[in-house]
C-alpha cells in the first residue's frame, strides 16, 4: 500500500520551506511530503492524488475552490495569520509560533498518528526502468513511450523521463517550464534531502502520466554520468513511490549502456529500409564487441506497421492504432 501524502502550501517560500524542512529533518512524519508555494499547483494535485494532512496558510486558502478541496483532503490545518478566524468548522494553528508547536498540535489531532513511534520512513523503491532507444531516428520512439506510459498510468504510477538533448516539449505540449530535469538533478546533487520538496512543482502531467520536463537549454546534459542518472532514478521513484520509471534515451546521455542494462526490458524501435537496417546491424554489433550482450537479450525490436493515423495530441495517446499496438506489447512483454 502506498504511503500516504501530507501537503504544505504557503505563498510565503520562507515559511513554508523551513517549516518542510523541519519535518524532513527533526520529526520525519510517516508520510510523503510535498510542499507548494503556488495556490494553482496544490489545485492542479489535489485533482489526481488524496491527501492525508494538509497545512495550508490562510492567504492560500482563500485562492482555492474550496468545497472541492475539502473532498480531496482528510484533514486539514490553517495556518492563521489574522486575528479572526474566517470559518468555524476548520481548524487553526497559529501560524506566528514555533515549527515545534505547530507540528506538535498536528500530531495530536491526526488520528493516523495515534500509534506512530517516530521510525524513519522507509525510501526504499521497487520501481521497474523501461528503456526505449533506437539508432533509427524519426522512429515514433517518443510517441511509444508517451503512449505506453499513459496506458500503464491507468493501473500504475508512471514517471516519464526524457533524456534527449532537444525534445521540442515547451512546444509539443504548448507549455512553458520553469523547471527541468537539469533542476531536479541539481538538488539532487547538492541538497537530496530537499529534491522531495521540490518534485510536486517540477512533475508535470499528460495524459495521466507524470513526468519532469526534459531540458531547455542547459548543455550539461553530457556532464551526468549513468551511474548518477541511475542513482537519481531510484531516488525519485521512491520519493514519488513510483512503480515504473519509463527513460526515453538518445546517444546524448552519458552512460547510455549503464541505464539500459539496469532496465527490465528495452524495446528498440527500427524500419525496414536499408539505412535503418544498417544502422541497427552496427548498434547490435557494438553490444556484442562490448559485452553487452545483457542488454540484446532484454531488447525487443519494435517494427511498426504502418499506421494510417496517429493521436494528434499527445496528452491522448491511448486512442487509436498505436495505442493498439502498445497494448499487445504491454501484455505479452511487461505482464506476461
Given at each position: 500500500?502506498?504511503?500516504?501524502?501530507?501537503?504544505?502550501?504557503?505563498?510565503?517560500?520562507?515559511?513554508?520551506?523551513?517549516?518542510?524542512?523541519?519535518?524532513?529533518?527533526?520529526?520525519?512524519?510517516?508520510?510523503?511530503?510535498?510542499?507548494?508555494?503556488?495556490?494553482?499547483?496544490?489545485?492542479?494535485?489535489?485533482?489526481?492524488?488524496?491527501?492525508?494532512?494538509?497545512?495550508?496558510?490562510?492567504?492560500?486558502?482563500?485562492?482555492?475552490?474550496?468545497?472541492?478541496?475539502?473532498?480531496?483532503?482528510?484533514?486539514?490545518?490553517?495556518?492563521?495569520?489574522?486575528?479572526?478566524?474566517?470559518?468555524?468548522?476548520?481548524?487553526?494553528?497559529?501560524?506566528?509560533?514555533?515549527?515545534?508547536?505547530?507540528?506538535?498540535?498536528?500530531?495530536?489531532?491526526?488520528?493516523?498518528?495515534?500509534?506512530?513511534?517516530?521510525?524513519?520512513?522507509?525510501?526504499?523503491?521497487?520501481?521497474?526502468?523501461?528503456?526505449?532507444?533506437?539508432?533509427?531516428?524519426?522512429?515514433?520512439?517518443?510517441?511509444?513511450?508517451?503512449?505506453?506510459?499513459?496506458?500503464?498510468?491507468?493501473?500504475?504510477?508512471?514517471?516519464?523521463?526524457?533524456?534527449?538533448?532537444?525534445?521540442?516539449?515547451?512546444?509539443?505540449?504548448n507549455r512553458e517550464y520553469a523547471m527541468d530535469i537539469m533542476d531536479a538533478m541539481?538538488?539532487?546533487?547538492?541538497?537530496?534531502?530537499?529534491?522531495?520538496?521540490?518534485?510536486?512543482?517540477?512533475?508535470?502531467?499528460?495524459?495521466?502520466?507524470?513526468?519532469?520536463?526534459?531540458?531547455?537549454?542547459?548543455?550539461?546534459?553530457?556532464?551526468?554520468?549513468?551511474?548518477?542518472?541511475?542513482?537519481?532514478?531510484?531516488?525519485?521513484?521512491?520519493?514519488?513511490?513510483?512503480?515504473?520509471?519509463?527513460?526515453?534515451?538518445?546517444?546524448?546521455?552519458?552512460?547510455?549502456?549503464?541505464?539500459?542494462?539496469?532496465?527490465?526490458?528495452?524495446?528498440?524501435?527500427?524500419?525496414?529500409?536499408?539505412?535503418?537496417?544498417?544502422?541497427?546491424?552496427?548498434?547490435?554489433?557494438?553490444?556484442?564487441?562490448?559485452?553487452?550482450?545483457?542488454?540484446?537479450?532484454?531488447?525487443?525490436?519494435?517494427?511498426?506497421?504502418?499506421?494510417?493515423?496517429?493521436?494528434?495530441?499527445?496528452?491522448?495517446?491511448?486512442?487509436?492504432?498505436?495505442?493498439?499496438?502498445?497494448?499487445?506489447?504491454?501484455?505479452?512483454?511487461?505482464?506476461?
Open positions: 500500500m502506498s504511503q500516504k501524502i501530507m501537503a504544505i502550501c504557503d505563498i510565503e517560500e520562507g515559511y513554508a520551506f523551513r517549516m518542510a524542512e523541519y519535518i524532513l529533518e527533526k520529526v520525519r512524519l510517516p508520510y510523503t511530503l510535498h510542499l507548494f508555494t503556488a495556490a494553482s499547483e496544490l489545485e492542479k494535485f489535489a485533482k489526481r492524488e488524496e491527501i492525508a494532512v494538509l497545512l495550508i496558510a490562510e492567504s492560500a486558502l482563500r485562492l482555492l475552490k474550496q468545497e472541492y478541496l475539502r473532498q480531496q483532503v482528510e484533514q486539514m490545518f490553517v495556518l492563521q495569520e489574522t486575528e479572526h478566524k474566517e470559518q468555524d468548522d476548520l481548524c487553526y494553528i497559529s501560524k506566528y509560533q514555533s515549527p515545534e508547536r505547530v507540528i506538535q498540535l498536528i500530531i495530536e489531532s491526526v488520528t493516523d498518528l495515534a500509534d506512530w513511534d517516530m521510525e524513519e520512513v522507509d525510501k526504499e523503491t521497487d520501481a521497474k526502468m523501461i528503456g526505449l532507444y533506437s539508432p533509427v531516428k524519426r522512429c515514433l520512439q517518443t510517441s511509444f513511450a508517451l503512449c505506453l506510459g499513459q496506458i500503464l498510468s491507468r493501473d500504475h504510477k508512471v514517471l516519464y523521463l526524457n533524456l534527449e538533448t532537444c525534445s521540442g516539449f515547451a512546444r509539443l505540449f541539481y538538488y539532487f546533487q547538492t541538497a537530496r534531502e530537499k529534491l522531495s520538496l521540490r518534485m510536486p512543482s517540477m512533475v508535470q502531467n499528460a495524459g495521466g502520466l507524470d513526468y519532469i520536463p526534459p531540458v531547455q537549454h542547459s548543455l550539461e546534459l553530457k556532464e551526468v554520468t549513468g551511474a548518477q542518472w541511475l542513482e537519481f532514478c531510484r531516488h525519485v521513484a521512491a520519493v514519488g513511490q513510483y512503480e515504473y520509471i519509463i527513460l526515453d534515451l538518445d546517444e546524448g546521455v552519458n552512460g547510455l549502456f549503464t541505464l539500459l542494462k539496469n532496465c527490465c526490458k528495452v524495446y528498440t524501435v527500427t524500419r525496414e529500409d536499408a539505412f535503418a537496417q544498417a544502422k541497427m546491424e552496427q548498434y547490435e554489433q557494438t553490444l556484442q564487441f562490448n559485452g553487452l550482450d545483457e542488454i540484446a537479450q532484454k531488447t525487443v525490436k519494435c517494427r511498426f506497421p504502418i499506421f494510417r493515423e496517429l493521436p494528434a495530441d499527445l496528452e491522448r495517446m491511448t486512442q487509436g492504432e498505436l495505442a493498439a499496438y502498445v497494448r499487445s506489447i504491454i501484455k505479452e512483454d511487461i505482464y506476461g
